[in-house]
């Protein structure tokens, strides 16, 4: 289907046998003269001729608009877009021979990285980045896509319970992964959105979590 977008012809000029069937025609492109066998030519009220914006991308980059228009053309053999993560492959290796903690309310935890910093009182505010995924890896949300620090209250019950207590036992500059039971996750779920998976209500989720700083506490080392 091709593109609504129009160029009038004002800026691409050309000479077609027919107006809605392939043709060969030689079209003017900004002063050059390219010879094309699959463009489409309209014709628009005031009868004036338009190519379609997809047969002036084929004509400048050598693609006929034909083959932009098959469907496995179409990001055909395009990796997935990389989102940035708190722990890469290396780190998923290594995270393999951690032990995992288990406290009293079910949450489970593995630390990526121990920090050399204090831990943060309750109540105080804290600045986390974090990567929240569903148990299969999908990611849905980040505060690395966000580009900037998560800056809340802890223990004050500004975010789901687990993560209030995974971060509570953290130290700044630490590392960690949060393996947060149903019951301290998200009790309605969250709805998918493009690019997001649906979080079923009262399910399980990860978070990784970096404890950046603890502003107004000062560095006890």
Do not use: W
């Amino acid at each position: 289907m091709a593109s609504s977008l129009m160029l009038p012809l004002g800026s691409v000029s050309g000479n077609s046998l027919s107006a809605n069937h392939l043709a060969v025609s030689n079209v003017r492109v900004q002063g050059l003269i390219v010879r094309c066998s699959s463009c489409k030519i309209r014709k628009c009220t005031k009868g004036l001729n338009l190519v379609t914006r997809r047969d002036v991308m084929g004509l400048i980059f050598g693609v006929p608009s034909i083959l932009l228009n098959l469907p496995d053309a179409n990001g055909a053999g395009l990796p997935p877009e990389e989102k940035p993560k708190l722990c890469d492959d290396a780190c998923e290796k290594e995270l393999e021979n951690v032990p995992m903690v288990t406290t009293e309310s079910g949450l489970q935890y593995k630390d990526i990285k121990v920090g050399g910093g204090p831990s943060p009182p309750i109540g105080f505010q804290v600045a986390a980045n974090y990567v929240a995924m569903i148990p299969s890896g999908q990611i849905f949300d980040s505060s690395l896509e966000k580009g900037q620090l998560y800056i809340f209250r802890v223990g004050s019950g500004q975010v789901i319970k687990g993560l209030d207590e995974g971060i509570l036992s953290m130290k700044v500059g630490g590392k960690r992964r949060l393996y947060i039971p149903g019951p301290l996750a998200f009790p309605k779920g969250l709805t998918s959105a493009p690019g997001r998976p649906r979080v079923a209500p009262s399910s399980p989720v990860i978070f990784d979590v970096s404890l950046e700083y603890v502003p107004g506490l000062e560095d006890e080392e």
